[in-house]
């Protein structure tokens, strides 16, 4: 199966996940881009048929009042969605791709590097890999965020970048 395929799997548990109610159990080692006070918790895990010997990672994102997520890139596709908030999002090298609240990925808008928007409940951001960016919550809420990737196991899935 493709890549693409996958990518849509992950995109639509992404949407099943967000939508129910899960514990979850903190997952400290993929938290050192954020600051100290932003948790990720992963809330589902799975090794999809279509994509022998990888693993499928939901997590959620919670980016505390004025809290800021440092310069980092992903080596793999991630794609995120904003649950509640709102988040200032740049991108520092590459491009993401941002669907927005209510549309498809048919009308997708390209974000490229040295441009910030604004990311709001229901806006689902696609980074590809090794695009470097960073955000931040500026507002007096809490911003969360769920997001999907696919990799190898063990694999490291976010790099600070300096």
Known sequence: ???????????????????????????????????????????????PPEAPGDLLTVAKVTIPPKGLVAKHRHPVMQ?????????????????????RSGKTTQSQEAVTAGHTITLRPGDTVTENPDMVHQAKNA????????????????????????
């Open 1 to 47: 199966m493709s890549v693409a395929r996958v990518i849509r799997i992950a995109l639509g548990a992404l949407v099943v996940v967000a939508m129910s109610v899960v514990s979850s159990a903190d997952v400290a080692a993929a938290a050192d881009q954020y600051s100290k006070q932003t948790t990720r918790d992963v809330v589902g895990e799975s090794s």
């Open 79 to 99: 794609i995120a969605t904003i649950v509640s908030g709102r988040l200032t999002y740049s991108v520092l090298d590459g491009t993401a791709y941002v669907t």
């Open 139 to 162: 507002t007096s809420k809490p911003v969360v965020v769920w997001t999907a990737v696919v990799a190898k196991p063990g694999e490291t899935i976010t790099l600070n970048v300096g």
